[in-house]
């Protein structure tokens, strides 16, 4: 599932999830033999595809020596602005700035920084479908925004801990946290904000088969996003609006927002959406009886996705490419690819994955209460006439969380 990225804030969209009948596993022997093969050239994707290019090289030399003329805060505000520039692009990379800031604002207890380079993280383990990882940086983000009394930063964690719900298929707690950023959006008049949210309430309407709800809120959403000429967002938009028309059986409809989606993207370099956008690509020109060119971006999207490591994107190229060749009649290679789709889905959804989750959000509710109930401990009387309508948002500061 690819992102779009505001601010920190990210928005949910839908990949094609098509109701493929799995094939059979009566072959041990082919199915043996099929996973030596293969999974050797998956490695091979996956490891070994991103070789830096000149101009890449050429970047990250003036990013370090930027770098080197910066110190204290300012220097872990540059590396947080690195590691939001590069998530789609080069995720490792902007892991690897955002690890820096994070050292860096502990070294020097700067609150802010260490929570926004937490947020970024999270932001790259979610890209990587590692949502355990992605919702143990969330939450300690989002209580050193807490701390902080920090609206933005709170609106933007609640958003991307509800995606990780919302990306596991667990609809009423992602929307309790949807519903929670929006009405913080809507108090704090943040019309970007609300751009997200809407779009990914949109979404859980889409995934519920709920189709008329969904285009209204993705509508609602674009026209936030043109009036701040929000490049990215609208190619989120366009894109959603596109796959509820793919629902609708409208696909010449589907395919002329999928391109105008994928022309933006790639005019900013976002190679997560751009993957994912192949996959819809090739699922449009095959329902569209063309198979060569659905065959063409499935196969695109799946080299692509490898070189990030975005694994969710694997798995729906993968699918893609089996629903394409078992339209063709090759079931052989359509049973290839299905394997791989069984394997990544299996490891994206397992029960241990599940139960970190479960712990991790346990865990900061109980500190959430905790502090509560210290607060109203030593609480003064309040004096009469006192406004006290943002009290709820007013935590105490928190420790350091290793």
Not at 211 to 230: G, H, M, N, T
Not at 257 to 268: D, T
Not at 314 to 337: H, M
Request: hydrophobic content about 40%; glycine content about 4%.
């Amino acid at each position: 599932m690819p992102l779009r990225i505001a601010r920190g804030r990210q928005d949910c969209i839908r990949p094609f999830v098509l109701h493929w009948i799995l094939f059979s596993f009566e072959n041990h022997l082919y199915h043996n033999t099929f996973l030596v093969r293969f999974s050797f050239i998956f490695i091979l994707v996956i490891q070994g595809l991103a070789m830096p290019l000149k101009a890449q090289e050429e970047n990250l030399r003036r990013h370090e020596q930027k770098i080197a003329r910066t110190q204290g805060r300012e220097r872990v505000d540059l590396y947080n602005q690195l590691a939001h520039q590069y998530e789609n692009a080069q995720p490792v990379l902007a892991r690897d700035y955002a690890q820096r800031g994070l050292e860096l604002a502990r070294e020097i207890n700067y609150t802010a920084g260490q929570a926004e380079a937490l947020k970024n993280i999270g932001n790259i383990y979610f890209l990587q479908s590692n949502y355990s990882q992605a919702i143990e940086y969330f939450l300690n983000a989002l209580k050193r925004y807490e701390a902080l009394q920090q609206n933005k930063g709170i609106a933007e964690t609640l958003n991307n801990v509800g995606l990780v719900y919302h990306s596991q298929g667990k609809f009423d707690q992602a929307r309790n946290y949807y519903n929670r950023v929006l009405e913080i959006d809507r108090k704090t008049n943040d019309t970007e904000g609300q751009a997200s949210t809407l779009n990914n309430i949109g979404d859980l309407y889409y995934q519920q088969n709920e189709y008329s709800q969904a285009l209204s809120f993705y509508e609602q959403s674009l026209a936030f996003r043109q009036q701040k000429r929000d490049s990215t967002g609208i190619a989120t938009s366009l894109k959603n609006i596109g796959l509820v028309q793919y629902t609708k059986n409208e696909y010449d409809s589907a395919l002329v927002n999928f391109r105008r989606s994928l022309a933006i993207e790639q005019n900013l370099n976002n190679q997560a959406n751009i993957a994912a956008l192949y996959t819809n690509l090739a699922n449009t020109f095959l329902k569209l009886s063309q198979p060569d060119s659905a065959r063409f971006y499935a196969e695109a999207s799946f080299l692509k996705a490898g070189e990030l490591s975005l694994n969710s994107v694997i798995a729906e190229a993968c699918f893609t490419l089996a629903d394409i060749y078992a339209s063709q009649g090759d079931f052989a290679r359509a049973f290839e690819y299905q394997v791989i789709y069984v394997e990544i889905q299996r490891e994206l959804f397992n029960e241990e994955n599940n139960r970190q989750i479960a712990e991790l959000q346990t865990a900061y509710e109980l500190e959430r209460k905790q502090i509560e109930l210290e607060k109203k401990k030593f609480r003064l009387p309040k004096p009469k006439g006192a406004n006290l309508s943002n009290a709820s948002l007013c935590l105490c500061p928190l420790g350091p969380v290793c």
